[in-house]
Each structure stands twice: as structure tokens, then as C-alpha cells.
């Protein structure tokens, strides 16, 4: 089954990262990129995404098309990031979502088959 | 044939069979959902034929051939899994027992507890989801949709029909464990005793644990809620009048637990015991014994209970446990310490009725009279359960 890890960064999660120096930050990054390689058999791709600073909004719900600064759902918790992946089932999403070693919060959704 | 004896037959007959045809047919036609409409079908053909027609001497096999025949006119439309029926016997070969799975996938995390509780009643245990709805006094609609969207949870979100790995048992295995025993609270310790006429869902906590006894034989903590529950249950007879009032445990006929299955319950204790691995359900199980084995409340003995209590809070810890453990402390180091240390838990249980009631006894028990009704009467605003209620009106008017 595929699914989708929406990687969900937290303000604790930005601070903590922004109070790390050069070389521990270094660390928590590869600590990232190794997760990717380790798992590279069972993700057919990810993304990460610009700081919510950089979204924009288009709100389609009345008549004309409503342009907004940010993003749709203004919060402590913002998402940071995704991959696609493709496993047997939730038990094995689950233990490789496990393991995941940055953003405190991952929702994993299944894609319409 | 409509005594409680038959009726309670009738619940046991579907019991031991609902679940085995459950996890036959998920595996047989490989799909959760459908496999389940047509155990629920059957069993509703069954709680409407067997009252009168009595019960099949293969109860199994009639379940079988009535699910087996629905799911052909009812799978017209999908025609991969009425193939795979229409190939299917029944018995088919020497069956291994397949429940285990079938309570995994129940008791999925990924699931809502109050949905994990009502699947497993009707998939395992085989009720309808109306007696489900009476048994937890909420309109059938709710159980339903509980229902309806856990299966198509599990399907949609690609839950596996499977026992864990290894290295993720114990703590799927806690989950489930979670659910029978939340399952028997719910029947049991909140009991009003007088539901004569509604299922004991007691029965059908006990039934979980013994399958998983079964089926897990080399899991302490299975055997540990195992243990507890049957040690519960020995004393069920003692805890209420025939008016329904609560009996408190000093005040109980001791005489009337079964001790035969309090025995039995003990060397369940000690078979776990012998694992080393000690856990929650196994020191609960434990005090509960301590308790079960005092030939009266004077002779309980007390410093075991407090080391139990001391070990569950270790493994544990939770406000609720310290008050039990204070409870314990009164009888070994006086009042007055219990006491100090129930006032310690004010912060987290000032909204706990039986905070209020514990601290009452202690009031009492240190001559704090008006204090003490006070606190009685906090715990009285804050139960809903009528027998608990009645006992604590009959303290705030007597003492």
C-alpha cells in the first residue's frame, strides 16, 4: 500500500533546531539524510517544504478567488515536509515512522488506491 | 426457553463460536469487513431461530452455513471473494485456533479506544450491536457508526490482519490487554448490581482473557489479568445486598466467595510469577490474592499489600495507585501518615470521588468528624453510580 508521511514541525521543534550551533544542527540534518538511505527501498520520493512564511492561500469557497498571505491553517504546528511511501500495510508505516529521527509529529495517510 | 440459564447458554454458545468463524472467514475471503457483516448476520439468525428451536448440536457448523449461504446472495457483486466461498467447507481441516489475530487487528491503536472495545465484543464475542449499545446504556446508532467507521479504518488505512512482530508485542499486546480489562471495569467495578436482565459483559471480559490465556500461555501479564479477573469475580456474590447495596470489603460474607476459583486464581498468580517478569497486571492481581486469602479483614495482611502497592506504583506510577497504597499505610503505620499522604494527592485527585471518600474514612478515623462529612459529601457530588451514591448518603447521615 502507498501512503503519504506528512512531516508536522512544532514551534518547541523550530526552536530547538534554531538554538543548536553549526555542528550539532549538522548532525540532526544527516541524522535526516541516513533515515532517507536507510529507507530508500521503501520511499518513492519526498519533499521538503519552504518555511510557512512563503505560503499562500487561495480560497475558491465564494464567487471570486480569495488570495491569502500563509498557510490555510494558521497554527503552532505546520507542515514541513513529505514522502510518499509504498509498504504492505499500517503496521509497517508505523515502524518506519518510528524511527523517524527529526519533526516530533507525522500523520501517515493512506493514498486512494 | 427464555430463563436466564438458556439465555446466558445462548450467549456462550455464540461466544465460543463468533470469533473462530470470524477469523476463519477473514482469512478464507481475505477481507475484514465482509467476513464480519456475515458472522453479525449469522448470529442474528441464530439468536432468532436457536430461542426456539433450541440449540444445533454443531453450532459452529450451522453458524457456518448460514454465513456461508448470505455471503453467496450477498456477494453477487464481488465476485472474487464469493469464488473463494463458493470453494470453502466447513470444517475446513484441523482449524488452527485463529482468534489471535483477529483481537490484534480489534484492538489496533491506529483505532479509537471506544471502537476498539465495541469491535471486539462484536467480532470476538459475537454480540450484536444491539445488545452492545444496551450493555453500555448508549442508542445502537452510536455503536453502529463506531462500527461501521472502524472497518472501514482498517480497511481503508491498510490495517494488517496479523499478530505483531516481535519487537512490537508486548506493547500491542498492553493495548489489548488495555481493552479487556477497561471491558471488565466497565462490567464490573461500576456495576450497580441490578442488571440481572442486561449481558454481563464480565462474562465476556473473562472469555477474552481466558482465549488469550490460551492462546499466549507464555505472556505473565495475560495470566496476571486473568488471575485478576477471575479473583474479582470469586467475590462478586459478597459485594452487594439483595437491594443492590454495596457491600464493603470489611463488611463482606466471607463465606460466600468461591474459594475453589480463588485457589485456582492464585496459582495462575504464581505460574505467571515464575516468568520474572513482573507488570502491572500481575501486582494487581497479587494484592487482589492478598486480599482473598485473609480469613477476615482483621487477619489481611497489610505490609504485603503495601509492598505490592510500592512495586505497582514503581512499574506504574499514577495518583490513583498511591491512593490505594495509602489506603494500605493506614493499617501499617496509622492514620495520621495515610492521611499526609492523601492530602499530597489533592492536586491531581480533588476530582476523584473515592479521594474525597478516603480522606472521609481517615477524617473519621483521627475523630474529625465535621470534616469528614464534608468530605463524604464532595465524593457524593462528584459519583453517578447509584449504589456508591447510596452508600455514601447513608455515611454523611450516619456517622
Partial sequence: MKYVLMFVDTEQFAADLAAMDEGERERAYGRVLQWFTDNADKITSHTHLMPPHTATTVRMEGGEPLVTDGPFVEGKEVISGFAEIDVANLDEALRLVKSWPACPLVEIRPITA | ?399
Avoid at chain 2, 299 to 312: G, N, R
Avoid at chain 2, 371 to 376: G, I, N, T
Fill in chain 2, 1 to 399: 426457553m427464555n430463563t436466564a440459564a438458556t439465555q446466558a447458554e445462548l450467549a456462550r454458545v455464540v461466544r465460543d463460536h463468533a470469533g473462530r468463524l470470524a477469523a476463519s472467514l477473514v482469512t478464507l475471503i481475505g477481507d475484514f469487513s465482509t467476513a464480519e457483516d456475515l458472522v453479525q448476520d449469522a448470529i442474528e439468525a441464530a439468536l432468532e431461530h436457536w430461542p426456539h428451536e433450541g440449540i444445533p448440536s454443531n453450532p459452529d457448523g450451522w453458524l457456518y452455513t448460514v454465513a456461508r449461504r448470505r455471503g453467496l446472495d450477498a456477494l453477487k457483486r464481488h465476485a472474487r471473494y464469493r469464488e473463494k466461498l463458493a470453494l470453502a467447507a466447513w470444517p475446513p481441516q484441523p482449524v488452527p485456533d485463529d482468534r489471535l489475530r483477529l483481537i490484534f487487528t480489534c484492538c489496533h491503536p491506529a483505532l479509537p479506544r471506544t471502537a476498539q472495545i465495541a469491535l471486539t465484543l462484536r467480532v470476538v464475542c459475537g454480540l450484536t450491536t444491539a445488545q452492545i449499545a444496551r450493555a453500555f446504556l448508549i442508542p445502537e446508532t452510536t455503536v453502529a457508526q463506531r462500527i461501521t467507521r472502524a472497518k472501514r479504518k482498517i480497511s481503508d488505512a491498510g490495517i494488517p490482519y496479523q499478530i505483531p512482530d516481535a519487537d512490537e508485542l508486548v506493547a500491542r499486546l498492553s493495548e489489548v490487554l488495555s481493552v479487556v480489562y477497561l471491558l471488565f471495569n466497565e462490567a464490573y467495578l461500576s456495576s450497580t448490581g441490578e442488571q440481572a436482565q442486561s449481558r454481563d459483559l464480565a462474562d465476556d471480559a473473562e472469555f477474552l482473557a481466558t482465549v488469550l490465556g490460551t492462546l499466549m500461555p507464555n505472556e505473565p501479564e495475560v495470566l496476571g489479568l486473568l488471575a485478576l479477573i477471575r479473583l474479582h469475580r470469586a467475590r462478586a456474590i459478597a459485594r452487594f445486598t439483595d437491594a443492590g447495596e454495596i457491600v464493603q470489603l470489611p463488611d463482606q460474607d466471607r463465606t460466600l466467595w468461591d474459594q475453589d476459583a480463588i485457589i485456582k486464581a492464585t496459582k495462575l498468580i504464581a505460574r505467571a510469577a515464575g516468568f520474572k517478569r513482573p507488570g502491572p497486571y500481575q501486582l494487581q492481581a497479587a494484592i487482589v490474592a492478598v486480599h482473598a486469602e485473609a480469613p477476615s479483614w482483621q487477619d489481611t495482611d497489610w505490609e504485603q499489600i503495601l509492598v505490592l502497592y510500592t512495586m505497582l506504583d514503581g512499574l506504574a506510577p499514577s495518583p490513583v495507585t498511591k491512593l490505594h497504597r495509602a489506603v494500605a499505610l493506614r493499617y501499617v503505620s496509622g492514620s495520621q501518615t495515610a492521611l499526609s499522604e492523601v492530602d499530597s494527592l489533592a492536586d491531581s485527585l480533588a476530582g476523584y470521588h473515592l479521594w474525597h471518600a478516603t480522606r472521609a474514612e481517615l477524617l473519621r478515623d483521627q475523630g474529625r468528624a465535621q470534616e469528614a462529612r464534608a468530605a463524604d459529601q464532595q465524593a457524593l457530588a462528584l459519583t453517578t453510580n447509584p449504589a456508591e451514591q447510596s452508600l455514601l448518603r447513608q455515611r454523611i447521615s450516619w456517622a
